[in-house]
């Protein structure tokens, strides 16, 4: 059998020869935190996990554009011995700081317009509406760099001193309403299972029989369904950006839903979804074991102050002043954790695997790096810039993430992953193309052996490689 092409490629920037690399790394950290740091990725501390991969022979191997797919040769430890030792640094009062500077920022912003985004100063209406709107998305932005800080410490890179990493952790995620040590474990899980079907935590895609499922059609029908209608694709978006966070921690949407392997055999019989106690806020929840139980109490401990905060701020102040200053950038937090998350994880040219394939090395490289100007390497520290870094080494801090990622580009060769393309606005743009072409996975057509364990993403939108034909049994 042929092997299927797209007739439409997308043009991804991808790794240069480790040639052209090996002279472009140059030191990049950021002299003080008011200034863009260079962000560098974290290991997940499993050092362990560089053997063992799984052989695979592979034969017919391609990703959703049709382009050849080749799975990853080489270790951890090569990842780890090419970055340089300085990288690992970390520093408390360096991360303190950086905290600093951004509670600077929200305080200075806030003080400006609620003294001076005022009828005394701007006498139009419209005006004074349209500087407020905008106050929100830059407090917003702002917020989601103090939730990048909490997500360092969560991973151990934002200092030497576990109780200092915790508690600004606890605290800085707390006053955003997550559940600081919840997500923390669940989210380790996401970095030790990165692609794998059946244990990843973050955005794992459909595979053919949920997604025909979920639309009422049969597997053989998804080649011959018609276009989705861009409407369809809003409503999905909205849906996604606004109600995907807190979704994500109430019922684990878009985490595994394979509960039933849960050691202490709290998954039996449990799936995702409301009222199924599979959330990041209930102590026998399958996400956790008995011994996390205390973390998971004190961090429904940090959101109970902050709502009982909001609620005493919303009743002195009114509700239409808290939805500006707080609900409003809330929700705008919001949707950059799902946009970054889900564009970090989701590609044409990703594959990822079923647990018999899958491998720690394999895994982190089924990631992508994307570019998001000064907002991302500036108020988001780098969490864009240097995400396949982060999944191989987690405990680098990000102001060192620039540097370690250009020592690692050379040991990944082809398999680094980078669409740069347009910058902020490609990145805006690569929602709403991820989400029309990579609607579910499946292996290739015609993959024999185990190569039917490596799964790519397909959509019915005729974009990239088409869905297998199969026959009705």
Same mark, same amino acid.
């Given at each position: 059998m042929s092997t299927p092409r797209s007739s439409r490629r997308i043009a991804l920037q991808r790794a240069q020869t480790a040639d052209s690399l090996s002279s472009s790394v140059s030191p990049s950290i950021a002299p003080s935190p008011m200034e863009s740091p260079k962000q560098s990725p974290s290991s997940t501390s499993l050092s362990s996990m560089d053997s063992d991969i799984p052989a695979v022979k592979q034969t017919n191997l391609y990703d959703a554009n049709g382009n050849e797919f080749q799975l990853?040769?080489?270790?951890?430890?090569?990842?780890?011995?090419?970055?340089?030792?300085?990288?690992?640094?970390?520093?408390?009062?360096?991360?303190?700081?950086?905290?600093?500077?951004?509670?600077?920022?929200?305080?200075?912003?806030?003080?400006?317009?609620?003294?001076?985004?005022?009828?005394?100063?701007?006498?139009?209406?419209?005006?004074?509406?349209?500087?407020?709107?905008?106050?929100?998305?830059?407090?917003?932005?702002?917020?989601?760099?103090?939730?990048?800080?909490?997500?360092?410490?969560?991973?151990?890179?934002?200092?030497?001193?576990?109780?200092?990493?915790?508690?600004?952790?606890?605290?800085?995620?707390?006053?955003?309403?997550?559940?600081?040590?919840?997500?923390?474990?669940?989210?380790?899980?996401?970095?030790?299972?990165?692609?794998?079907?059946?244990?990843?935590?973050?955005?794992?895609?459909?595979?053919?029989?949920?997604?025909?499922?979920?639309?009422? @059609?049969? =597997?053989?029908?998804?080649?011959? !369904?018609?276009?989705?209608? %861009?409407?369809?694709?809003?409503?999905?978006?909205?849906?996604?950006?606004?109600?995907?966070?807190p979704l994500y921690l109430i019922t684990n949407v878009t985490g595994h839903d394979k509960h039933e392997k849960?050691?202490?055999?709290?998954?039996?019989?449990?799936?995702?979804?409301l009222f199924s106690g599979v959330n990041h806020f209930n102590t026998s929840s399958p996400l956790y074991e008995a011994k996390d139980a205390k973390l998971v109490l004190l961090s429904d401990l940090g959101i109970a102050i902050t709502g009982f905060?909001?609620?005493?701020?919303?009743?002195?102040?009114?509700?239409?002043?808290?939805?500006?200053?707080?609900?409003?950038?809330?929700?705008?937090?919001? @949707?950059? =954790?799902?946009?970054?998350?889900? !564009?970090?994880?989701?590609? %044409?040219?990703?594959?990822?695997y079923t647990g018999d394939v899958w491998s720690f090395t394999r895994g982190a490289a089924a990631t992508i790096d994307r570019e998001f100007g000064f907002v991302g390497r500036h108020l988001f520290h780098g969490i864009i810039e240097t995400h396949v870094l982060h999944h191989y080494v987690s405990t680098i801090p990000f102001y060192n993430a620039d540097e370690a990622s250009e020592a690692i580009k050379p040991v990944m060769g082809r398999h680094y992953r980078a669409d740069v393309r347009g910058g902020p606005i490609g990145f805006l743009g690569a929602l709403w193309q991820n989400s029309r072409s990579c609607q579910w996975v499946e292996p290739n057509e015609g993959a024999q052996g185990q190569d039917k364990n490596v799964l790519f993403f397909r959509n019915r939108n005729s974009i990239g490689v088409k869905p297998t034909v199969l026959r009705a049994s």
């Open positions: 990853p040769d080489f270790t951890i430890k090569q990842i780890r011995d090419a970055i340089p030792k300085h990288c690992y640094e970390r520093s408390g009062t360096r991360g303190l700081l950086y905290v600093a500077r951004d509670i600077l920022y929200l305080s200075v912003v806030f003080y400006a317009f609620n003294n001076y985004v005022t009828p005394e100063y701007i006498p139009s209406q419209g005006v004074r509406a349209g500087l407020w709107a905008l106050y929100t998305v830059v407090q917003g932005m702002v917020a989601t760099g103090i939730w990048v800080l909490a997500h360092e410490c969560g991973h151990q890179s934002f200092s030497t001193s576990k109780i200092l990493n915790d508690t600004v952790g606890w605290i800085c995620h707390s006053a955003l309403l997550v559940p600081y040590f919840s997500w923390k474990i669940s989210h380790g899980k996401h970095h030790k299972a990165t692609g794998n079907m059946e244990r990843d935590m973050v955005f794992v895609p459909k595979d053919r029989e949920e997604f025909s499922s979920r639309m009422g @059609h049969m =597997l053989h029908e998804l080649h011959e !369904l018609t276009e989705e209608t %861009p409407i369809a694709t809003v409503l999905h978006l909205v849906g996604q950006q606004l109600f995907g966070w849960q050691p202490e055999g709290r998954g039996k019989g449990k799936k995702n979804g905060a909001l609620y005493a701020l919303t009743q002195k102040f009114g509700l239409a002043n808290m939805a500006v200053w707080y609900f409003l950038p809330y929700l705008w937090v919001n @949707h950059w =954790l799902v946009a970054i998350t889900f !564009l970090q994880h989701t590609d %044409p040219t990703l594959p990822h």
